[in-house]
């Protein structure tokens, strides 16, 4: 466990905190006047390793090859001079901080950061951490890499979960999901859709498929799989020359079969490192998918075909309706998709490079 405190005056800032890995949606921006939760599950703590905020220069204001010094290696259109490595927390585990007025300004429903950092330290006035709460934003408080410093409070480090450990007791993420609104005409509501975090999620795995593809047509297993991924994929690749095929490989997931190009695997939530295969598949491209959103593509959520009466025994399955579906097909994040692709080496090859140049158009043909 650690605790973080101010680089100035080593006043503690946040209550004790385990590090976990930065959620894949830890940067997307949902929606119009929607409630997000809080991005950190409380008591945990993961590390951002690009900047994030202003200030901002334009791409045209870049050095020569000082972006892929930075690790992006396709334009964008603007760069984040802020410090690297925030620490990105629940906003109810920080402690000892006051609200910067002035940089509290501009924002919708709450704070968006965009004044830069606005909380200070209490004991010494240093700007230290940004929190972001307004709507469309996941809820989390940054503290600055430079304004804070990390102290061990327990030396016992508790042993990352095995994978068959992670895959019995982890929790699946379903895809849909009630999403709360502010405002409007009829005040405040919600509606049935997709989860921000598998758009999300899909937006960065989207990235990697199309590294993985090296400009060929991709397949991917049928039902919620193809529904994510196919539909973006059959758009944004030629379809002219033999597919490569992507399959769902992890922990308790039958072994690949021999040939397979694309491995589709669970990132481990606390250390962040993806999945690896033995043997035969594992000269396959790795496609990091978050582990609540992999187990629930290798094991759906089973329903009962017909309502069961009587008691409800444990080993009986629950027979609640089945939510409702949204109204539209599935659209990978942006966002997400662009901030991954942009910072794999693979996206300096030409056919790429069209792809990123023609992204509005793929945009309004309802692919994100």
Partial sequence: MFVFVCARCDAGLTVPLSQVALPAHARQKYGNGVQLPVLMESGTFAVDPDPWGGPWRMWDEV????????????????????????????????RGTRLILENCDGACCGLDGADGPNLACA?????????????????????SSDAVRQVLVDGVHAEPSSWAELAEREERTPPFEPVATWGGPLGSGHYWSWSPRWEAAAGQALAHLLVASEGQPVRVPGGLTAD??????????????PPRRAVLAGPGAPLPEAGVDILLVPVHPR???????????????????????????????????????GGMPREVLRDDPLPPRPTYLFRADQETFTHTLVRLPAVRSPWMRTILENITRERSAGIF
């Fill in 123 to 143: 004991a010494c006035d240093l700007p230290v951490a940004t929190r972001v709460d307004d709507c469309s934003l996941w809820q989390a408080a940054r503290l």
């Fill in 63 to 94: 050095e020569p090859g000082e972006a892929e010094a930075r690790g992006i290696y396709a334009p964008v259109r603007a760069l984040s001079d802020s410090p690297a490595g925030a620490v990105v927390i629940a906003p109810g585990d920080i």
């Fill in 228 to 241: 994510v991924f196919q539909r973006a994929l059959d758009a944004l690749l030629p379809a002219d020359t």
């Fill in 271 to 309: 250390t962040g490192r993806t999945w690896t295969p033995d043997g035969t598949a594992a000269s396959a491209y790795l496609v990091p998918l978050p582990l609540g959103i992999w187990l629930w593509l290798v094991s759906p959520q089973p329903y009962l075909p017909v309502p069961a009466s």
